[in-house]
């Protein structure tokens, strides 16, 4: 068992910034795919971006492509998303998801942080 725990939300203006991070239990951490997803009022959770084991690919929605960006520090079981020029649109709960070695879905989910950007 995986436990996942995202901090980091809150309330933004439109243009502003926010970091998101979530730690993630387990021993092999390093070895772990790591994504956000999101999910605003009324509409289905979607990808965000994604990040290899090794930090050395990293998968982005168009939607976020030169605005938002993953990262991960394998030392401390944790992966941040770094948002910069919010939009409303951005306002959803975020979620942080793990694949293990060998799974092909993510089986591992916190219970989100909300991001709010005002216009």
């Known amino acids: 068992q995986v436990q996942v725990e995202e901090s980091g939300g809150g309330l933004v203006q439109a243009g502003g910034s926010l970091r998101l991070s979530c730690a993630a239990s387990?021993?092999?951490?390093?070895?772990?795919?790591m994504a956000w997803f999101r999910q605003a009022p009324g509409k289905e959770r979607e990808f965000v971006l994604g990040i290899s084991w090794s930090g050395g690919s990293t998968y982005y929605a168009d939607s976020v492509k030169s605005r938002f960006t993953i990262s991960r520090d394998n030392a401390k079981n944790t992966v941040y998303l770094q948002m910069n020029s919010l939009r409303p649109e951005d306002t959803a709960v975020y979620y942080c998801?793990?694949?293990?070695?060998?799974?092909?879905?993510?089986?591992?989910w916190g219970q989100g942080t909300q991001v709010t950007v005002s216009s």
């Open positions: 387990g021993r092999t951490f390093s070895r772990y795919t």
């Open positions: 998801a793990v694949r293990t070695p060998g799974s092909s879905r993510y089986e591992y």
